[in-house]
């Protein structure tokens, strides 16, 4: 029999364009055209062969889901074509391997707020380019009102893939327009899996606008980790979300752009935009549960990403040895970066009214053990709003803080400044220095906050002050807490002479409670008052059974000789017990240590073994070298004393060298240092 014409072109056109099947578990060969070229060199299946009619009114279900099975089957590309509008009113299924084609100006549209339909839902391969669009069913309507949160329709989602039980399959999502989905308008998802199903995984150039929320890639309570997804070049905008800039509450809607669950690695996430969202930008989330099991994010990419105007987290990450460089953060309100990991640094970013923080909302008090040698640097911070601080290191280890420019000189109006740009507290062995920091708005804090620290390196940071009337600022740091610790080579800098309403050094003035023993048993750590809240001199007249002294470092009479240790009188003599170190203690009812992991005894080679614990914002081992904390001069308290003072504070082993500054160290409860 002759061949048609018609025919002719069809066999010569699929003798072109080879078609591989698809292996038992969905997957198709990695040498496979791209589909853009596939769709162009062959007749592929089209909807309208099965009676759809693509008017955005009659229901093609049925039509779309008979293409959709053809599709599979042969292993030819689903067309959806050019400028038709496909109703659907229930979800498509694909039963095996797909890759789609969406030419331009067309649309599928899921047609129903029926909870849990999906637009297109697979646990097989896909590969989708799209130039069309893809359109749900959620009304906007609500995103105004108080009830924006009641308008969601759970489950609603406008790609859903479901990792196989068995087998490997890869996702490529390319291009298009994704709108009013109910929920997620793409999820990816290998929940409970016990292993690793995706050999690809890859969204890119996507527009996600009026969604509830946007892309979810879910590998919750999976032991393996998504290993080389890749999210990149696309747009996420309105999620949930009131309006722009505004605090996050209920009445905004809880709509995230792009949020990740469970453990990954090597995951890209380059060149997106996610902005006004109701609660988080990007979200990367690991479970307090998965982070006990040893179940950590790896080794991710977030670079060149403009994420603005997020009722929550601009961005919060959880992992090991992660980069985070040359974002664009921007919001008002936006709380700040949230990092927990070991190992990630945060490097030419540009934040602006956003900040960055190791404090997280479910584990933030908590071991720091997931917050270890984090860098921040090079960053350019901008600090509007009163409830921010720009960089917050808390209850971590070896963080590293340099280079960075903050400037608070604008703000929103009718707000003062309260929190301090840098904060760092409860850490072992920071490190921050020739960080610029520039202010001129009201602020009712500090600029810098350093408490309850161990071997914290403050070394060349300058603050430049312009434009403060006198009794504008109440003072400039807050120091308090601080053990085996060099401040070196800082400087203020103030143009005209500048008087504060209280001390340079805010030391919280704590009042005082005491001295404690803490001596080892043998098996746990017995914490006793003493019975001065001082060092003492020489013996009391009278003492009482029991009564324990520390002992200043040339006490005299039957102590003499026996400085800085403490005494004990039994009844009839004096014991002497030699004190192994000095730590703050938490104002608590149990006197512990404070948290920092710095050296904190957790038990001791022999019983009797005896630590002092110091109640108030002493500084133990604090050396000051060359500073500049009085601007030249310029800078006194309100007592018009020099700025570098210490007022109710106890000392202890602080030395103060090269400095050309007057110091004023009066009034103190506890004087030790040498100069």
Avoid at 446 to 467: H, I, K, V
Avoid at 527 to 553: C, E, H, I
Wanted: a positive charge; hydrophobic letters at 35%.
């Amino acid at each position: 029999m002759l061949l048609t014409t018609h025919a002719l072109i069809v066999l010569v056109a699929h003798l072109l364009v080879r078609h591989p099947r698809p292996d038992t578990h969905g997957t198709t060969p990695a040498k496979r055209a791209d589909s853009s070229l596939v769709a162009a060199t062959s007749p592929g299946v089209r909807p309208e062969a099965f009676g759809a009619v693509g008017d955005r009114i009659a229901d093609d279900t049925a039509p779309l889901r008979a293409a959709l099975a053809a599709a599979c089957s042969s292993g030819q590309p689903l067309l959806i074509s050019r400028q038709k509008h496909y109703r659907l009113t229930d979800q498509l299924t694909a039963p095996g391997a797909l890759t789609m084609v969406i030419e331009p100006e067309a649309e599928l549209y899921l047609d129903t707020t029926t909870p849990g339909k999906r637009l297109l839902y697979t646990r097989w391969s896909l590969t989708l380019t799209n130039k069309g669009l893809l359109t749900g069913s959620w009304r906007m309507d609500g995103q105004q009102t108080n009830t924006v949160n009641s308008g969601q329709i759970k489950g609603q989602h406008l790609i859903r893939v479901d990792a196989p039980d068995t087998g490997m399959i890869r996702v490529r999502i390319t291009g298009g327009q994704y709108r009013r989905s109910g929920d997620q308008a793409i999820v990816v998802s290998q929940q409970n899996s016990r292993q690793n199903r995706f050999t690809s995984l890859i969204i890119e150039n996507t527009t996600i606008r009026d969604c509830y929320h946007g892309v979810h890639l879910n590998n919750l309570d999976c032991p393996a980790p998504i290993v080389g997804a890749v999210f990149r070049n696309n747009v996420i905008r309105n999620m949930a979300s009131k309006g722009p800039g505004l605090m996050h509450s209920q009445t905004e809607g809880s709509g995230n752009g792009l949020t990740t669950w469970g453990r990954f690695d090597r995951l890209m996430l380059l060149n997106n935009t996610v902005d006004s969202c109701g609660r988080m930008g990007i979200e990367l989330f690991i479970p307090h549960d998965h982070f006990l099991r040893g179940w950590h994010n790896r080794k991710l990419q977030i670079v060149g990403n403009r994420i603005s105007n997020c009722g929550y987290f601009a961005l919060s990450q959880q992992g090991d040895s992660n980069y985070i460089a040359r974002n664009t953060l921007t919001n008002w309100h936006t709380d700040y970066i949230e990092m927990l990991g070991n190992g990630t640094t945060v490097e030419r970013n540009v934040l602006d009214g956003v900040g960055f923080s190791t404090t997280s909302n479910d584990r933030g008090t908590q071991s720091a053990l997931d917050r270890h040698d984090l860098t921040v640097r090079q960053n350019t911070f901008r600090q509007r709003s009163f409830q921010k601080t720009v960089i917050e290191a808390t209850f971590c280890e070896n963080v590293l803080i340099e280079n960075n420019t903050i400037r608070c000189t604008e703000r929103q109006a009718g707000t003062t400044g309260f929190r301090a740009p840098i904060s760092v507290g409860n850490t072992l062995n920071a490190m921050v220095r020739n960080n610029v920091v520039t202010a001129a708005y009201p602020f009712q804090g500090p600029f810098y906050n350093f408490g309850r620290n161990a071997g914290l390196t403050w070394t060349n940071d300058r603050l430049s002050l312009t434009g403060y009337a006198p009794d504008s600022l109440a003072s400039l740091f807050s120091i308090y807490q601080l053990r085996n610790s060099t401040i070196q080579g800082v400087r203020v800098v103030a143009p005209t002479r500048l008087r504060l309403r209280d001390n340079a050094f805010n030391v919280l003035n704590y009042p005082v409670n005491g001295l404690y023993s803490y001596v080892w048993t043998g098996s746990q750590f017995v914490t006793k008052p003493l019975t001065a809240k001082s060092l003492q001199q020489k013996p009391p007249t009278s003492p009482a059974q029991g009564d324990t002294y520390w002992l200043t470092d040339n006490p005299t009479g039957e102590w003499s000789g026996q400085g800085r240790k403490l005494a004990t009188w039994t009844g009839n003599q004096w014991v002497f017990t030699t004190v192994q170190d000095v730590f703050p203690y938490e104002t608590n009812a149990t006197k512990e240590p404070f948290y920092s992991h710095s050296g904190l005894p957790t038990s001791a080679d022999k019983p009797g073994t005896t630590y002092l614990l110091m109640d108030g914002p002493g500084l133990m081992g604090v050396r000051f070298i060359n500073n500049d904390f009085s601007g030249g001069g310029r800078i006194a308290d309100r007592d018009g004393k020099p700025a570098f003072r210490f007022v109710n504070t106890r000392l202890w082993k602080v030395g103060i060298v090269n400095t050309t500054e007057a110091f004023d160290g009066t009034n103190l409860q506890l004087n030790d240092i040498s100069r």
